[in-house]
């Protein structure tokens, strides 16, 4: 049995190197990464992790790295950026099973597995992905049928928690703990996210970081997007939103 199973994980393997290159023409890619620090380029500070993911990358065998800490700690951050990488598959744990994450891993191969929210994943497709993780092996049973496949597949994760994570898929992670923002590191983020991306005055972001921060108690950079999106660079709206929401409360406090 022993012999058998060799053999039939031999003849896999060599299927799947003839078939890389083709299927790889297949897969929905992006643009490769050129200088050392384009990836990371919109997230301030945090230069050790940012090298600790590059070398990461660059590895030639797989290292795995999960992210914890708090919302609105960088972790969405890193994981956004690394959607750049080319052969990277993005996905969100809570809805591994229903969005057909392992059909997606079985059709296209990604070279990068990312994944948000990895606590939230079900048991079953914590186990897969430790069977990946372990072996290099994907393997599935659906419809009665046992499906199986070799991937060389770099997963980088993130979750808000470990509690719900399987200790075997774990110890395949070299895991990293963020601590939430402090206000020097909040504003300077929030400042540079809303010009890039929303075109907002430094005046103005400098306001809405404050507000969010103090008055919100929250260090939660989308809060900061959606005041600046409803107040559209005007100084008196951006008060005015920041009152209501503090008085009827908010859902993302992280203090």
């Known amino acids: 049995n022993v012999n058998r199973r060799?053999?039939?994980?031999?003849?896999?393997?060599?299927?799947?190197?003839?078939?890389?290159?083709?299927?790889?023409?297949?897969?929905?890619?992006?643009?490769?990464?050129?200088?050392?620090?384009?990836?990371?380029?919109?997230?301030?500070?945090f230069e050790d992790v940012k090298s600790l993911f590059e070398?990461?990358?660059?590895?030639?065998?797989?290292?795995?790295?999960?992210?914890?800490?708090?919302?609105?700690?960088a972790k969405s951050l890193f994981m956004n950026s690394l959607t750049q990488l080319q052969r990277s598959y993005y996905a969100v744990g809570s809805s591994s099973t229903k969005s057909g994450i392992f059909d997606y891993l079985f059709e296209y191969r990604p070279r990068y597995f990312i994944i948000d929210e990895l606590e939230k994943m079900n048991k079953k497709d914590q186990t897969s992905l430790l069977n990946l993780m372990e072996s290099g092996i994907l393997s599935e049973l659906k419809h009665n049928q046992q499906r199986t496949t070799q991937l060389k597949t770099w997963v980088f994760a993130s979750c808000n928690s470990t509690d719900k994570v399987?200790?075997?898929?774990?110890?395949?992670?070299?895991d990293i703990h963020f601590k939430p923002y402090s206000v020097e590191e909040f504003t300077n983020i929030v400042v540079n996210v809303l010009d890039k991306e929303?075109?907002?005055?430094?005046?103005?972001?400098?306001?809405?970081?404050?507000?969010?921060?103090?008055?919100?108690?929250?260090?939660?950079?989308?809060?900061?997007?959606?005041?600046?999106?409803?107040?559209?660079?005007?100084?008196?709206?951006?008060?005015?939103?920041?009152c209501t929401f503090a008085k009827y409360g908010t859902i993302d406090s992280q203090f």
Request: hydrophobic share 40%.
């Open 198 to 242: 929303e075109g907002v005055d430094r005046d103005i972001a400098l306001l809405i970081a404050d507000g969010v921060y103090n008055r919100l108690k929250s260090s939660n950079i989308r809060e900061c997007v959606r005041i600046a999106r409803l107040a559209k660079n005007d100084s008196a709206q951006v008060n005015k939103i920041i």
């Open 6 to 45: 060799r053999i039939r994980m031999t003849g896999l393997f060599t299927r799947w190197k003839k078939n890389e290159s083709s299927i790889a023409s297949h897969i929905h890619t992006k643009p490769l990464v050129g200088k050392k620090h384009t990836l990371f380029e919109d997230i301030i500070g």
């Open 166 to 174: 399987l200790p075997p898929l774990l110890t395949r992670f070299r």
């Open 55 to 73: 070398m990461t990358i660059q590895a030639e065998r797989p290292v795995h790295l999960l992210l914890c800490g708090p919302p609105a700690s």
